[in-house]
């Protein structure tokens, strides 16, 4: 449906800020995950057509979106990381207007856009400036404007920043109750986020696409290389220099360690079952040592 | 220490606008002005003269003196809405936030912002300075440098001017009503009030000036002080006479030092009425994420804090509740790519910018264009008025994707360059049309069809300019500065070939004045597309 074909794209700067990214993505959700400044904003607003690859072609059911933008645009939902909205407008307009832009018409749009805002329990807030809003209650707003042509395409970078814990549970519900036939792509850097919802994952990293799977086989990669072992406090810092930690526990005896490696860090050290977490570090420690 | 961090704030904000290519482009473009500051005697026109048709040889002091004032003027005007954007900035990119959170004093910060507004006035004044030594030698009507003469008007009159500008701009960002439009507009009617009064317009100027004018006296008996400064063609050839500079005595120095003092008292009044970066000040600014009108009561504070604490109605949804709405099944919708429909949410969106009040006066101001005859409306100035009251909304044309971070919404959406930038066009044409019905009619009422084609060019004309002064420089304020001028010298001075509004006693011919008003508009637009494609270019 959508295939990114060994996409590259380079600033005025001379940074490379993607490399030969490859991938071909079908109805379903996937998740980008990455550090901050892997790339993962610049190949999502070159698939929503706002950012243009250097090298390299993206198609939408073989259609080059770089000849016929369009052609895409029309089924596309995209909320980009930072976003602005019109402060004086209220919700309904707001949306009334992006709707205008996207070229929505007819009676049913004003009933979507009511349903949107009850969606997203803005509808209490229909009628009151945009500008007063919260970041939260902003971000829904922005989630709004996105669903709003019901796209086959839904792009959402880092739709969660903002977000309290409860706030990102009910979007995952959300993001889960949107898939089916569209393809909905969406960053973060918030494992857990991905974890819960995606149904494929690729890692991104400087620029360059680590891997690309389903999380199951994801997890099988560091299936047997995640450990625990404690070590005294003041043995951390060390131990930072040595092992891929992936997470640390304070206790009584001292610091209880996650670690990514090939083999136990140390010979008291206890297998536990990987998450998407420790598949992720092992995938960028995998990058770095190459 | 204080003086530690009045350096800093100066130094970054310094940095932050220098480092930017556009500063580079005004440096080039001072340069161009500064090359017709120092017009040959063949070009028929003279930036400084006195009497009718003198102006000085161009030696040294005359160069000096000339371009100095000449230099003083324009950046008293460009200079201010140039640097007025430094507090803006701080608002914008939320450094305001982290200057809040610090224990730095509003008038040392202020201070650090005006300093940084001096230096920036005083880097193009020196490149202006040296431009003055280049034409002096070009010209070659003297060539023997004195460089005293030549340095002493800038170092002594300019650059004291220019401390009052940058404070002055600092003052005019220091309240949320005047950093906006509202404040290049009362900065641009002070302007011309200065230099329009002629106890105020040589404030500041008046040691060359006197100078000048009482040494020309002693050449032409019956001299009546007279003197002009701008780009002037006088009647009659233009005669030369020989000024040698001012004399500056200790006295000269201090009188001219001392405006220094009164660039600080602007300052000091400015930290009276700044009142930082407090959330409810940013509210007041629209900008992202912030509230339009100043602060919110306690119930709407209420209201956000319950709805922050979590989305109730997914919650409800997610649990499959049959009252609330399902995300795969929200009501579909078809695209169709109209355009009237986007017409009609632009112009909504125009018009929401303005207040009820403003409706209210421009109805009134329509409305004795349409009871009034046209010649008593033009007279009493109501239609001038008229005709710069959509000020703020025509300046938001092509620029508020810039401006509110929204680009992502129109760039993401099918045809947008054709589609959206020619329905902003058309909401322009259509508000002003709107708010001039009353003369419209009149015109036709009275039979003056050459009048009614002109506005209803000029309808076309002035919305072309807004929208290709927004698409080019991404802010409004070009827009607000480059009309005010053109109504203040076109329909308010009648200057004929700037009066859109065909005023102007023995104005050009109707006909050719609409060829070229359809033919800018036409340019305006061309121009206008062909740099919106950026919006897509700098992603």
């Known amino acids: 449906m959508l295939e990114i074909n060994h996409v590259s794209k380079q600033y005025s700067t001379g940074l490379w800020a993607l490399r030969d990214i490859h991938l071909q993505l079908k109805p379903g959700i996937i998740g980008l995950l990455g550090p901050n400044g892997a790339g993962k904003s610049t190949i999502m607003r070159i698939i929503a057509t706002i950012s243009q690859p250097t090298e390299g072609t993206v198609t939408w059911k073989g259609i080059d979106i770089r000849k016929h933008p369009d052609e895409l645009r029309r089924v596309l939902g995209y909320l980009p ?69 019901d796209p086959e395409l839904l792009i959402i970078d880092e739709p969660t920043v903002g977000l309290d814990p409860e706030e990102r549970m009910r979007f995952r519900s959300l993001l889960t109750d949107l898939s089916g036939k569209r393809v909905i792509i969406f960053s973060t850097h918030i494992v857990s986020d991905i974890e819960a919802t995606a149904d494929q994952i690729a890692i991104l990293s400087q620029g360059h696409l680590l891997m690309k799977s389903d999380p199951s086989l994801i997890l099988r990669n560091v299936q047997g290389k995640v450990w625990s072992v404690v070590i005294p406090d003041d043995e951390l810092q060390e131990a930072r220099t040595r092992w891929t930690i992936s997470s640390t526990v304070r206790r009584e005896d001292g610091l209880q360690l996650r670690i990514v490696s090939d083999r136990p860090p140390l010979p008291q050290a206890s297998e536990l079952s990987p998450n998407l977490e420790d598949a992720y570090l092992y995938a960028r420690t995998i990058q770095e040592g190459a | 220490m204080w003086v530690h961090t009045v350096y800093h704030i100066a130094r970054a904000d310094l940095y932050e606008r220098i480092r930017r290519f556009s500063f580079l482009i005004t440096l080039g473009l001072t340069m161009l002005v500064a090359y017709f500051f120092v017009p040959p005697l063949e070009a028929g026109y003279v930036t400084l003269h006195m009497g009718d048709h003198y102006r000085g040889i161009y030696n040294s002091a005359w160069v000096g003196g000339s371009v100095a ?35 730095v004093k509003k008038l040392h910060y202020l201070l650090g912002k005006a300093i940084s507004n001096f230096i920036v006035l005083s880097i193009i004044v020196g490149v202006v300075m040296i431009m003055a030594l280049i034409m002096q030698l070009t010209r070659g009507e003297v060539v023997a ?59 500041g100027t008046a040691v060359v000036t006197s100078d000048m004018t009482e040494e020309f006296s002693k050449l032409q008996q019956g001299f009546n002080g007279s003197y002009g400064i701008g780009f002037l063609v006088p009647e009659v050839p233009i005669e030369r006479f020989e000024w040698q500079g001012v004399n500056w005595t200790g006295e000269l120095v201090l009188r001219q030092l001392s405006i220094f003092l009164v660039a600080l008292g602007i300052v000091v009044v400015a930290t009276l009425l700044f009142r930082g970066f407090q959330e409810s000040n940013e509210k007041s600014l629209g900008m992202k994420g912030k509230s339009s009108k100043d602060g919110m009561d306690s119930v709407e504070k209420k209201s956000n804090a319950e709805m922050e604490s979590g989305w109730d109605g997914l919650s409800g949804f997610s649990q499959g509740s049959p009252s609330l709405v399902r995300a795969s099944e929200l009501t579909k919708v078809k695209i169709r790519i109209q355009f009237l429909p986007l017409v009609r949410a632009e112009l909504g969106l125009m018009m929401k910018s303005a207040s009820l009040g403003w409706y209210a006066i421009a109805g009134i101001l329509s409305l004795l264009c349409l009871v009034m005859p046209a010649k008593l409306s033009s007279q009493w100035l109501i239609w001038p008025l008229l005709w710069i009251w959509p000020l703020l909304l025509w300046s938001g044309m092509g620029n508020r994707e810039a401006r509110y971070q929204s680009k992502y919404l129109v760039v993401s959406s099918p045809r947008y360059v054709i589609r959206q930038l020619s329905a902003v066009w058309v909401a322009g044409v259509i508000l002003t049309l709107i708010i001039d019905l009353g003369m419209l009619i009149r015109f036709v009422i009275e039979g003056d069809y050459q009048h009614l084609i002109l506005a209803i060019i000029s309808a076309i004309l002035i919305p072309s300019l807004a929208l290709a002064s927004g698409v080019l420089t991404g802010t409004s304020r070009t827009f607000e500065v480059l009309y005010m ?55």
């Open chain 1, 81 to 149: 990381q930072d976003f602005g909205v019109y402060p004086q407008l209220n919700p309904i307009e707001f949306l009334e207007y992006a709707a205008a832009l996207k070229g929505l018409s007819g009676r049913n749009v004003k009933t979507r856009i009511l349903e949107l805002l009850e969606l997203l329990n803005l509808h209490e807030a229909r009628k009151r400036p945009i500008g007063g809003f919260s970041g939260g209650m902003r971000q829904r707003i922005g989630i709004a404007q996105a669903l709003l042509n």
């Open chain 2, 69 to 103: 004032l000449s230099i003083t003027m324009f950046l008293s005007l460009f200079g201010f809405y140039l640097v007025k954007n430094s507090i803006l900035r701080d608002h914008q990119t939320r450094v305001g936030y982290i200057i809040a959170s610090t224990t």
């Open chain 2, 145 to 203: 440098v004195e460089l005293w003469p030549l340095v002493s008007p800038f170092l002594l009159v300019t650059l004291p001017m220019m401390s009052v500008i940058a404070a002055l701009a600092v003052l005019f960002e220091s309240r949320m009503a005047l950093i906006g439009g509202l404040g290049n507009v009362i900065y641009f009617i002070i302007f011309i009030l200065f230099n329009t009064i002629p106890s105020l317009t040589s404030l």
């Open chain 2, 485 to 539: 001028i053109i109504w203040y010298l076109g329909p308010l001075n009648k200057t004929a070939v700037l009066d859109f509004l065909g005023g102007a006693d023995g104005g050009l011919n109707v006909g050719i004045m609409s060829l070229v008003y359809v033919l800018a508009s036409l340019g305006l637009l061309i121009l206008a597309y062909a740099f919106r494609s950026r919006l897509l270019l700098h992603s």
